[in-house]
């Protein structure tokens, strides 16, 4: 029956969520931190991805423009991943997998911070994205899954990264979106009391 379907999806995700917070708790508080520090600096928040990692760095610049949980100020933050036009100008000049590392050259600047997600760790556009910021100085945080492949090889001592447990797409998918939620819970908690 469908039923049984359903509990182990449910028990799936609920076991990886329990596993990433007992392993990489710590972690997401340092990204919150950093995070807060970007912003208190007049630095802004860039997040990409791909597929539904891009969905997921709309979300999150979304709940920072506009609110989280409390009422307060908008926080600057741009999800790399919305204007089609500069995409499809750089994918078709240039390379696809230059779509957010040019955007990252022209707006990135210290202290601002890329929020930088791939479920794989094998996006060649987020590989060319984190060495963008890092030519910008920006901060990276990434968040991954599976062993962090590339992704995780690109980041240098100071960036930090948010690996999920697991190798399921859903799983580390579901676990990011906890991880963003977090992470704005975090900011709106340090620099409002929200």
Same mark, same amino acid.
């Given at each position: 029956?469908?039923?049984?379907?359903?509990?182990?999806?449910?028990?799936?995700?609920?076991?990886?969520?329990?596993?990433?917070?007992?392993?990489?708790?710590?972690?997401?508080?340092?990204?919150?931190?950093?995070?807060?520090?970007?912003?208190?600096?007049?630095?802004?928040?860039?997040?990409?991805?791909? =597929? =539904?990692?891009?969905?997921?760095?709309?979300?999150?610049?979304?709940?920072?423009?506009?609110?989280?949980?409390?009422?307060?100020?908008?926080?600057?933050?741009?999800?790399?991943?919305?204007?089609?036009?500069?995409?499809?100008?750089?994918?078709?000049?240039?390379?696809?997998?230059?779509?957010?590392?040019? !955007?990252?050259?022209?707006?990135?600047?210290?202290?601002?911070?890329?929020?930088?997600?791939?479920?794989?760790? !094998?996006?060649?556009?987020?590989?060319?994205?984190?060495?963008?910021?890092?030519?910008?100085?920006?901060?990276?945080?990434?968040?991954?899954?599976?062993?962090? =492949?590339?992704?995780? !090889?690109?980041?240098?001592?100071?960036?930090?990264?948010?690996?999920?447990?697991?190798?399921?797409?859903?799983?580390?998918?579901?676990?990011?979106?906890?991880?963003?939620?977090?992470?704005?819970?975090?900011?709106?908690? !340090?620099?409002?009391?929200?």
């Amino acid at each position: 029956m469908s039923i049984s379907r359903i509990e182990t999806i449910f028990t799936n995700s609920i076991a990886v969520k329990q596993k990433t917070f007992d392993s990489i708790a710590e972690q997401i508080a340092r990204a919150g931190d950093k995070m807060v520090q970007s912003l208190l600096n007049e630095g802004k928040i860039m997040a990409c991805g791909n =597929g =539904g990692s891009a969905a997921d760095s709309q979300h999150f610049t979304s709940e920072l423009i506009n609110r989280f949980e409390a009422e307060r100020p908008a926080l600057p933050a741009i999800a790399l991943t919305t204007d089609s036009s500069a995409i499809t100008s750089i994918a078709n000049d240039y390379h696809y997998d230059d779509i957010f590392a040019r !955007q990252i050259h022209a707006l990135g600047r210290e202290p601002d911070v890329l929020l930088a997600i791939s479920t794989s760790g !094998q996006s060649n556009s987020i590989v060319q994205a984190i060495e963008a910021a890092h030519e910008r100085d920006m901060s990276v945080i990434a968040l991954t899954g599976k062993d962090g =492949g590339r992704v995780a !090889q690109s980041l240098s001592a100071d960036d930090i990264e948010l690996r999920v447990p697991a190798e399921q797409t859903a799983r580390i998918q579901e676990t990011h979106i906890t991880i963003i939620h977090a992470l704005c819970d975090l900011i709106d908690h !340090q620099l409002f009391g929200a």
